[in-house]
């Protein structure tokens, strides 16, 4: 299109576009009712993975679709079979990625990704939490939506694969660092105290003596431990 050729005032262009007849409207719906029931054969034909965690296979696929499908519906000028090839294409991928990642366990986390533990027996494990990219206000946040107002009542807290949190409870909670935010001095306050256990305020690892490095992170900073 030249430049002469775009008017502000031009309806029909800026409407129907400059290149596709009106009648080419009626077989757009034609073409995006067939790609929408190949979308969702493809889907699932790709196994009931595919429509639940979103891992990095699902994604991928996904986009390729999108990219697949979205030319052939909106051009006249491309047939729809490069699409149902595509289609064909991903669909075998899945079927071969989740055969071979059924019986290696390599494969198996490098499609699905793995699980990483954030909290063990009330302490926080900054490594795996630094390999997540997950800060402790997020987290912090994600326990406390759950109810649970200091780390010494989690047994362990799970990053799954897909990304969801899994909080397992301890059965006999220990004092454990604070997890309301340090700005809401009243409610903290009103948390009661262990007088001999004091938690470091970097990890929430537990410890006796405060006038000492913490074991865990190496840090110095301590505060009475929360019982309640």
Request: hydrophobic residues 45%; charged residues 20%.
């Given at each position: 299109?030249k430049?002469?050729?775009?008017k502000?005032n031009?309806?029909?262009?800026?409407?129907f576009g400059?290149?596709a007849?009106?009648s080419f409207?009626?077989?757009?719906?034609?073409?995006?009712?067939?790609?929408?029931?190949?979308?969702?054969?493809t889907l699932?034909?790709?196994g009931?993975?595919?429509?639940?965690s979103?891992?990095?296979?699902k994604?991928?696929?996904?986009?390729?679709?999108?990219?697949?499908?979205?030319?052939?519906?909106?051009?006249?000028?491309?047939?729809?079979?490069?699409a149902?090839i595509?289609?064909?294409?991903?669909v075998?991928?899945?079927?071969l990625?989740?055969?071979?990642?059924?019986?290696?366990?390599?494969?198996?986390n490098?499609?699905?990704g793995k699980?990483?533990?954030?909290?063990?027996?009330?302490?926080f494990?900054?490594?795996?939490?630094?390999?997540?990219?997950?800060?402790?206000?997020?987290?912090?946040?994600a326990?406390?939506q759950k109810?649970?107002?200091?780390?010494?009542m989690?047994?362990?807290?799970y990053?799954?694969?897909?990304g969801?949190?899994?909080i397992?409870?301890?059965q006999?909670?220990?004092?454990?660092?604070?997890?309301?935010?340090?700005w809401d001095?009243?409610?903290?306050?009103q948390?009661?105290?262990?007088?001999?256990?004091?938690?470091?305020?970097n990890?929430?690892?537990t410890?006796?003596?405060?006038?000492?490095?913490?074991v865990?992170?190496?840090?110095d900073?301590?505060?009475?431990?929360?019982?309640v």
């Open positions: 299109m430049a002469e050729d775009i502000f031009d309806i029909t262009r800026i409407l400059s290149d007849p009106v409207l009626l077989e757009l719906v034609i073409r995006f009712l067939f790609l929408f029931i190949l979308l969702i054969i699932r034909l790709s009931k993975s595919q429509t639940g979103q891992n990095r296979i994604q991928a696929s996904i986009v390729s679709l999108a990219a697949a499908i979205g030319i052939p519906m909106m051009s006249p000028t491309r047939g729809l079979l490069p149902i595509i289609a064909i294409v991903i075998g991928i899945q079927r990625l989740s055969l071979w990642a059924f019986s290696n366990q390599k494969v198996a490098l499609v699905n699980y990483n533990t954030l909290v063990a027996d009330g302490v494990q900054l490594h795996d939490m630094h390999q997540v990219g997950l800060s402790k206000e997020r987290l912090t946040a326990i406390r109810g649970i107002l200091h780390l010494g989690i047994e362990r807290m990053m799954e694969a897909n969801s949190f899994t397992i409870e301890s006999n909670p220990r004092p454990g660092l604070s997890l309301i935010p340090v001095k009243g409610f903290r306050n948390q009661q105290k262990s007088e001999e256990m004091h938690v470091c305020s990890c929430g690892n410890q006796a003596v405060k006038d000492s490095t913490c865990v992170c190496k840090k900073k301590w505060e009475p431990g929360v019982i």
